[in-house]
C-alpha cells in the first residue's frame, strides 16, 4: 500500500488465475448465448426504425399526461399503418411512429396525420419529427451493412498486419461473436434499430477491437520472454498480468457512461445502452473467444519472421 | 522518456492555452470577452439546437418527360409552319415519332427538322437526332450526353434556386448542399416548422401566360374534344373549374425581373410583377392583338386567374389577381422571384427537432457529461492517488482541446457526438491505466521509482498507439457512412482520439516528471 493514498485496489498485486482451464466453459457458455441470439434475430427479429424501413416517427408533446389510447384510435382512423405510440421520456410526451398512411406518399401523410393529431387533441404539440422515404431507407441499410463489413475487413487488416494471422482471426472470430450478441440484445430488448445503432455497433467493434490489441500485445512481449513456456501458460500470465488494467478501465467506462445511460434521455439511451454493453461483451470476447483461438490454432514460435513489420516496441 | 526537455513543456503549455483559450466562448456568455479573443461556439447539430433536416431530389423523370413535350410541340409547329402533314405524333418511350402523311414530303421533312430542331452544341451538331423509318416515320430524341448535361444542369439551377428561396425567409445559417448526383441536403437551423420550409422548397412556381380558346364551345370541353394545340387546365379561380388554353405560352416566368405582393383596384391581395426586355415585346404584341380576349396566368399547371385583355398592356408591368391572402401574394412573389424550378423537387427524407426537443436534449447531454467526468475523476484519483489527480488534469485539458479543436473548425456537436465525448474520456483514462499499471509492473519487478516509472511510458507507448488506431479505423468508417448526429458522433470520436493520446501520454508525462524534480520520491505512490 501506499504511504501517499489509501489507494482502492480492485485486485491483489499478483493474480493466478486458471483463466485458460474456464475456456471449455466459456465456448458453451458463448455457444449458446449466439444460439439465443439467432432464435431471438429469427423469432422476435429487430425492431428496425424508419431509418431503414421508411415512414414517420414524431415526438409529442401534451399539456398533461400524453392520452395514448386515444392518439392510437385516432391513427387508427386515419388508417395509418404499422403504428406505435408510446411514452417518451416524461408522461406528458408520447413518440407516434407509423409506416404509412393509406393513399398517400410518405410526406402527405406525415403532415395528414400530424394536423389531425393537433386539432383533435387541442394543446398537442409536435416537437420533432423524422420521415424517411422507402429510397432513402433501402440505401441506408446497403450502407450500414457495407460499413459494418469494411470496418471487420479494415480490423482483420491491421491485427494481420501488426501481429501474426492467427491473431486477426481470432480477434475477428471474437468480433463475430460480439456483433451477433449485440444484434441479439436489441432483439431480445425490442430497442428501435436505427442509424445511430450502427454507430453504436462500430464503437463496439472498436472497443473490442482496443481491447484485443491490448491483449495481444502482452501475449507477444510474453512469448517472446519465455520462448520454451507452453502457450496456455504464457496466456494465462499474460491475462493475470493485465487484470488490474481490464477491470479499472471496464469500471471507468462503464461508470463513464452510467450517467448518460440513466440521466442522457430516451434519444441517448439506446446508442448507450449498446454501448455499455459492448464494453462488457468486448472484454469478455478477448479473454474467452480471441485467446482460445490462438490457443488452438497455435502461434508460430521463436520465429523472428512473426514480429511485426510495423515499428519495433521499444526495447529497455 | 521522463526527462523534461524544452520542447516538451512548451507543447504541454502550449495545447494547454489553446485549449483554454478555444474554449473559453462557450463559458462566457456572449460580448463579455474582449474582441481580439476568439469568439467560436461550438456549432451544436441541428439534433441539439432544433431545426429541420431535408433530402431532396431532382426529379430528372419529369424534367426527360418535359423535355420530350416541348420536342413534340416544337415537331408540331415546325411540320406545321412548313405546310407538311402528319399523324401519329408522340412520344414513345424516349422517342418522339411522327408520319409524314405524304411520302413525297419526307425528305423534307427530314431536312427541315434536321435543321432546325434543338440546340447547337459546342462540340458541333446539334443536341437533337433525327432519323428516317419505314412506313414514313420520323424519330427524333435528344442525344443522351445532352440528357445527361441537362439534367446535371437542372440540379446545379435547383440548388440556386433553393438557397435564393430560403435566404428570403430569413432563416439563419442555412446549409444547401449538393449530395449525390441528383440530391440535395438543406439544413435550416432553427427553423422547426417543416411545411414553411417545404411550402418554400415544394412549389416549382412555373409560370405561364396561355391564351385561352374560346372557340372551344363548353360541350365540346366537358367530352374532353380538344384540338391537340390546346389543353385543359385545371382552375383555382373560382369562376371555372377548368379552361382549356393554348399549349404555347406567351410569356414565361423566367421573363420576369420583379415580383412583389401588392393590392388591386378593389384593395384585394395581388402580385405585382415586371417584364425584362423580351417579355415586354411579346406580351405587347399579344395584347395589343388580342383585346376583348382572356388570358390564363398558370402557375405549376393550374390557372391562378384569367383576366380580359382591356387594353394593350406596353409598360411590361402588371399585377396578377386571384384569389390570394396577403400572406399567400407574398409567398407567390417571393416564389417568382427567385425563378422556377427546372424540375420538381421530392423530399426523400425529413427530420425535425423542435427548439424544446433540442434544448432537452443539451441538458441532458450536459449531465451525462458532468457525472461521465465525474465518475472518472472520483474512480481514477481513487485508483492512483496523485498520479490520478496527473490524469484527471490531462483529461480536463484532453476535453478542453476536444471542445477547443470542435469550436475552431466548427464541426458539428450532435447528441450522440456527446456519448462519443464520453467514451474518449474512458479510453483516455484507459491509456494512463495503461502506463499506471506497468509502472507497478515494473516497480513490483525492482526498478527504483525513477526507472520504472519511465519504463512505463515507454512500453506502453505502443499498445496505446495500437489500440488507438482501431478506434479511429471505426470512427472514420461512421463519418463514411453516416449522416448528421452520426457524422457527428464519428468526428467527436476522431479528434477525441488523437487529442488523448497526446493528452494521456504528454500531459501526465510532464507533471510526473515535474514532480519527480520536485519531490525526489524514493517510490512510485502507485506501487
Redesign the interface.
Known amino acids: 500500500m ?4 489509501p ?2 485496489r ?1 485486485v491483489p ?2 493474480t493466478h488465475f486458471d483463466f485458460v482451464s474456464l475456456a471449455p466453459y466459456a465456448a458453451v457458455l458463448s455457444a449458446l448465448a449466439i444460439v439465443g441470439a439467432s432464435l431471438s434475430f429469427v423469432v422476435q427479429g429487430m425492431n428496425f426504425g424508419v431509418d431503414f424501413v421508411g415512414g414517420t416517427v414524431m ?1 409529442v ?1 401534451t399539456p398533461g399526461p400524453a392520452p395514448l389510447g386515444p392518439i392510437r384510435a385516432d391513427l387508427a382512423r386515419l388508417e395509418a399503418h404499422d403504428a406505435q405510440v408510446q411514452i417518451f ?1 416524461n408522461p406528458n410526451s408520447a413518440r407516434v411512429q407509423f409506416r404509412s398512411v393509406q393513399g398517400k406518399d410518405a ?1 402527405a401523410g ?2 395528414f396525420v400530424a394536423s389531425q393529431l393537433t386539432s383533435q387533441f387541442p394543446g398537442l ?9 422507402a ?2 431507407s433501402g440505401e441506408l441499410v446497403w ?2 451493412v ?2 459494418l463489413g ?2 471487420l475487413l ?2 482483420l487488416l ?1 491485427i494481420w498486419f ?1 501481429f501474426q494471422l492467427q491473431f486477426g482471426l481470432g480477434a475477428i472470430l471474437a468480433l463475430f461473436h460480439d456483433i451477433a450478441l449485440t444484434i441479439g440484445l436489441l432483439c431480445v430488448t425490442q430497442i428501435e434499430v436505427s ?2 445503432s ?2 453504436a455497433l ?2 463496439v ?3 473490442s ?2 481491447e484485443k ?2 491483449s495481444f ?2 501475449l507477444r512481449e510474453n512469448l517472446r520472454k519465455f520462448k520454451r513456456t507452453p502457450l496456455r501458460e504464457v496466456i494465462n500470465l499474460s491475462e493475470n ?2 487484470l ?2 481490464t477491470i ?2 471496464g ?3 462503464l ?6 445511460l440513466f ?3 430516451p ?2 439511451f439506446p ?2 445502452f449498446t ?1 455499455a454493453f459492448g464494453i462488457f461483451i468486448g472484454t469478455y470476447s478477448s479473454i474467452y473467444v480471441a485467446l482460445p483461438v490462438i490457443l488452438l490454432w497455435g502461434v508460430r514460435r521463436d520465429d523472428e519472421e512473426a514480429r511485426p513489420i510495423g ?1 519495433q ?2 526495447r ?1 | 522518456m521522463l526527462a523534461l526537455t524544452r520542447w516538451k513543456i512548451i507543447l504541454v503549455l502550449g495545447s494547454a492555452i489553446f485549449g483554454l483559450l478555444f474554449t473559453l466562448p462557450n463559458l462566457v456568455p456572449e460580448g463579455v470577452l474582449p474582441s481580439w479573443a476568439p469568439h467560436q461556439r461550438l456549432n451544436l447539430g441541428l ?1 441539439l439546437q432544433g431545426g429541420s433536416y431535408l ?1 431532396l ?1 431532382v426529379d430528372t423523370k419529369a424534367l426527360t418527360k418535359e423535355r420530350l413535350t416541348n420536342l413534340t410541340e416544337d415537331v408540331r409547329t415546325k411540320l406545321k409552319s412548313a405546310q407538311i402533314d402528319f399523324t401519329e405524333l408522340g412520344v414513345q418511350g424516349a422517342v418522339v415519332s411522327v408520319r409524314i402523311t405524304d411520302p413525297g414530303q419526307v425528305r423534307a421533312a427530314y431536312g427541315l427538322l434536321n435543321n432546325s430542331l434543338g440546340e447547337r452544341l459546342l462540340t458541333g451538331g446539334r443536341d437533337v437526332t433525327v432519323r428516317t423509318g419505314a412506313d414514313q416515320h420520323i424519330q427524333t430524341a435528344f442525344v443522351s450526353t445532352a440528357s445527361d448535361a441537362a439534367a446535371a444542369d437542372a440540379v446545379s439551377r435547383s440548388i440556386e434556386i433553393v438557397r435564393k428561396r430560403i435566404d428570403a425567409m430569413g432563416t439563419k445559417e442555412p446549409s444547401i448542399t449538393r449530395q449525390g448526383v441528383d440530391r440535395i441536403v438543406v439544413e435550416a437551423p432553427g427553423e422547426s416548422d ?2 414553411k420550409l ?1 411550402a418554400v422548397i415544394g412549389k416549382t412556381a412555373k409560370l405561364t401566360f396561355q391564351m385561352v380558346d374560346s372557340d372551344v364551345a363548353p360541350q365540346d370541353m366537358a367530352a374532353g374534344r380538344i384540338p391537340p394545340e390546346d389543353q385543359l387546365l385545371a382552375s383555382d379561380d373560382g369562376f371555372a373549374p377548368a379552361y382549356v388554353v393554348k399549349r404555347r405560352s406567351v410569356v414565361t416566368g423566367e421573363m420576369l425581373t420583379n415580383a412583389s405582393g401588392s393590392t388591386d383596384e378593389n384593395n384585394q391581395p395581388a402580385v405585382a410583377f415586371s417584364f425584362n426586355g423580351q417579355g415586354t415585346r411579346r406580351f405587347a404584341e399579344v395584347t395589343t392583338q388580342n383585346i376583348g380576349k382572356p388570358f390564363a396566368i398558370v402557375l405549376d399547371g393550374r390557372v391562378i386567374s384569367a383576366p380580359r385583355i382591356n387594353s394593350a398592356i406596353t409598360g411590361g408591368n402588371g399585377i396578377i389577381t386571384g384569389r390570394f391572402t396577403v400572406e399567400s401574394a407574398h409567398d407567390l412573389a417571393l416564389l417568382l422571384k427567385s425563378g422556377a424550378l427546372p424540375a420538381p423537387l ?9 427548439a ?2 433540442g434544448a ?2 443539451v441538458r ?2 450536459a ?10 475523476f472520483a ?2 484519483i ?5 498520479f490520478g489527480i496527473f490524469a484527471a488534469v490531462a483529461l480536463v485539458i484532453n476535453v478542453s482541446m476536444i471542445v477547443a479543436a470542435m469550436s475552431l473548425t466548427q464541426a458539428t456537436l450532435t ?2 457526438g ?3 465525448l ?2 474518449t ?3 483516455a ?2 491509456a494512463n ?2 502506463i499506471y ?1 506497468r509502472m ?2 515494473e516497480a ?1 519487478a525492482g526498478r527504483s521509482a525513477m526507472a520504472a516509472a519511465d ?1 512505463g511510458y ?2 506502453a ?3 496505446i498507439i ?6 479511429m ?3 472514420l ?2 463519418f ?4 448528421g ?2 457524422k457527428g ?2 468526428w467527436t ?1 476522431s479528434i477525441g482520439v488523437l487529442t488523448s493520446v497526446f493528452t494521456a501520454v504528454l500531459v501526465t508525462q510532464v507533471l510526473i516528471g515535474l514532480w519527480f524534480r520536485i519531490a525526489r520520491p524514493k ?1 512510485l ?3
Do not use: C, H
Not at chain 1, 255 to 260: I, T
Not at chain 2, 368 to 376: F, Q, R, T, V
Open positions: 501506499s504511504r501517499f493514498w489507494l482502492i480492485l498485486r499478483q415526438e408533446s421520456g410526406n406525415a403532415v404539440k409536435v416537437s420533432g419529427q423524422s420521415t424517411v422515404g429510397k432513402v450502407k450500414g457495407f460499413a469494411t470496418a479494415l480490423m491491421y501488426r442509424m445511430t450502427i454507430a462500430l464503437t467493434i472498436g472497443y477491437m482496443n490489441v491490448i500485445d502482452r498480468e493485465r488490474s488494467r479499472i478501465t469500471t471507468t467506462a461508470l463513464a457512461l452510467s450517467g448518460a440521466m442522457g434521455g434519444a441517448l446508442l448507450v454501448m515499428p516496441p521499444a529497455p | 439534433d433530402l431530389e417543416p411545411e417545404r421530392n423530399v426523400e427524407e425529413q427530420r425535425t427537432v423542435g424544446e426537443l432537452d436534449a441532458a447531454g449531465i451525462s457529461l458532468a457525472i461521465g467526468a465525474a465518475a472518472i474512480f481514477i481513487l485508483a492512483y492517488g496523485l447528441l450522440p456527446i456519448a462519443g464520453i467514451l474520456m474512458a479510453v483514462v484507459d491505466v495503461l499499471e507497478r509492473d513490483n519504463t515507454r512500453r507507448l505502443t499498445s495500437d489500440a488507438n488506431v482501431t478506434t479505423i471505426s470512427a468508417i461512421m463514411q457512412f453516416g449522416a448526429p452520426v458522433f464519428a470520436l517510490a505512490p502507485i506501487a
